[in-house]
């Protein structure tokens, strides 16, 4: 299904710069139609780099010819030749990223960043899960896109289990929108999950605890246990 492309300065728009450079080159710029870095500030202020996430459209097929491939043009100016991959359709653009293989160097420095635990779902590898004991956790390093705080859009390595990976959607991370959320928290609250963040575990309480070992029982043992708390 093809995503209908959004107004490239919709203020609810929720994508990076090159995103929405690519918008911009269509709904102002036009195909066929000359622009420059200035126009490019004017367009994103206070965006650093805003010119180099546009040309990083070229690896998803976009053209943008310079004086060097056409002599006619100024110094200064481009001209936008052709759109390539729709980026602002995440699936599309996922189709389209060329995916280079992970070393085994690059697997384990990861892993150990975190803590051979799923991102995702916080299992570590080899664990069962608590809803299917005869399952468990296998780990593997993949590739997910994420939104920066500055608004620009990388792909980072992320450690995942393979329950969580299969089930996923492939949506966007957004450090951003984590930073929002973060920032509505009350005084206490923040302290708290900065406290989480450094230690890179979530605090539990007791009876918290007591919950996930419950839920890592047998149905049946959970079963007895139930009976026997209500006795």
Wanted: charged content about 30%; aromatic content about 6%; proline content about 4%.
């Amino acid at each position: 299904m093809t995503v209908t492309a959004p107004a490239w300065d919709d203020p609810e728009l929720k994508a990076g710069t090159m995103v929405r450079g690519a918008l911009w080159l269509v709904q102002v710029v036009g195909v066929g139609n000359t622009f420059n870095k200035e126009q490019i500030r004017e367009a994103f202020p206070g965006i650093s780099q805003a010119d180099r996430r546009i040309r990083d459209l070229r690896d998803y097929g976009w053209v943008m010819l310079t004086n060097t491939e056409d002599a006619r043009l100024m110094a200064e100016d481009q001209r936008f030749e052709k759109a390539g991959v729709p980026v602002w359709d995440p699936v599309a653009r996922r189709a389209a990223t060329p995916q280079k293989g992970v070393s085994s160097k690059e697997k384990q420095a990861v892993l150990a960043r975190d803590h051979y635990m799923c991102t995702l779902c916080g299992i570590s590898g080899g664990e069962s899960y608590h809803d299917d004991s005869n399952q468990t956790a296998v780990l593997s390093v993949t590739r997910r896109t994420t939104v920066l705080l500055d608004g620009n859009e990388e792909t980072l390595l992320v450690t995942e289990c393979k329950r969580c990976r299969s089930g996923s959607t492939g949506e966007t991370a957004r450090a951003d929108e984590v930073m929002a959320d973060i920032r509505n928290l009350d005084p206490g609250d923040q302290r708290r999950l900065l406290r989480w963040m450094e230690r890179g575990r979530r605090g539990t309480t007791p009876l918290e605890r007591a919950w996930n070992t419950y839920r890592r029982l047998p149905a049946a043992a959970r079963d007895e246990l139930r009976s026997a708390l209500q006795e």
